[in-house]
């Protein structure tokens, strides 16, 4: 049986924070989009969510045929994933609950479906190890929102096959996104990892009483987060070299940095360390609310995108 079918038809399951940005740029890409939630609410909500991104997708760019009435909500499991060539998953995230999930999408679905979790840290083993079609089953973790950051860790368990891997690749860079490829499994994948190693260098800062959580947010998004968001890590040390680059950094700038990669800290995260950056953090947020923040954010990452979208020496 031939599995390089076209993407077509995608089911989403589950519809909150995460769901409902992969059915919005689903949708904004010219997929019909079958969705489905047992949650309260969760059709009203969805359409909330889809209504107020779309002007952020329309200002990106929407794709031929491309319509927010393509949207069908379904009442059941079954009859969201019965027709889809794709389902991405967006359940909670409880390891017994994603088993018994994928079991079942995985009864619904067409055989040769892909089937992807928005999983931030099971891992995709433990997600098919139920299922009678394993090979498939895969993680598609987004950043959030889905809708508007690109990258996508793609990666497969002990059961995937390859080629669904490759389909799955293939699929997320079609619809303009970043996939990049695990080549194995790991608890919390990758980008939440170096997020988390970032933060807790940042918790251990604030524990000593180096800095003000607001400092410690402008030492990240005014100093190497401002490059970070243009050329990863490694690559700006290549610039931090000099001329000689990548090899000159090892030979000395970094030998100089040595010494802190046994200096990093280990912070204890007690109740008053917690206290201390929520009280921070507080503080910066001021009368903005979260969703004003996350609108905020959205507006500047839309600008953000175009602008490394245009050639450097337009
Ligand atoms: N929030 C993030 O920043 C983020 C980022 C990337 C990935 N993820 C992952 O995405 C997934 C969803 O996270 P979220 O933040 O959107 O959670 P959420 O709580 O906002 O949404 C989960 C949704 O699943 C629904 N649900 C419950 N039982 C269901 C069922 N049987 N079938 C279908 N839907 C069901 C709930 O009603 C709820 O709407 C998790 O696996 C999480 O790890 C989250």
Known sequence: MSI????????????????????????ARGFDVVATDPGPKAEANLRKYINEAWSDLTAIGLSPGASRDRLIFASSLQGAVAGADLIQENGPERPDFKMKLFADIDDAAPVTS?????SSGITP?????????????????PFNPPHLIPLVEVVGGAKTSPEYLQRAMAFYAS???????LKKEIPGHVANRLQVALFKEVLYLIEQDVLSVA?????????????WGIMGPS????????????????????AGLTPLLSALGNPQVTPELKEKVTEGVLAEAGDRSVEQLAKDENERLVGLLALRAQPVHA
């Open 215 to 227: 400092d410690a947010d402008a030492a990240v998004s005014w100093g190497p987060g401002l490059r």
């Open 175 to 181: 619809i303009g996104k970043k996939p990049i490829l």
């Open 235 to 254: 690559l700006q040390f290549h610039l931090a070299g000099g001329a000689g680059g990548i090899k000159h950094f090892f030979e000395g700038v970094f």
């Open 4 to 27: 390089d079918k076209p993407v077509r038809r995608i089911a989403i399951v589950g519809t909150g924070v995460i769901g409902a940005s992969w059915a919005a740029l689903y949708l």
């Open 114 to 118: 892909i089937i992807a979790s928005s």
């Open 125 to 141: 083993s433990v997600m098919q190890s139920k299922a009678k079609h394993p090979e498939r089953i895969l993680v598609g973790h």
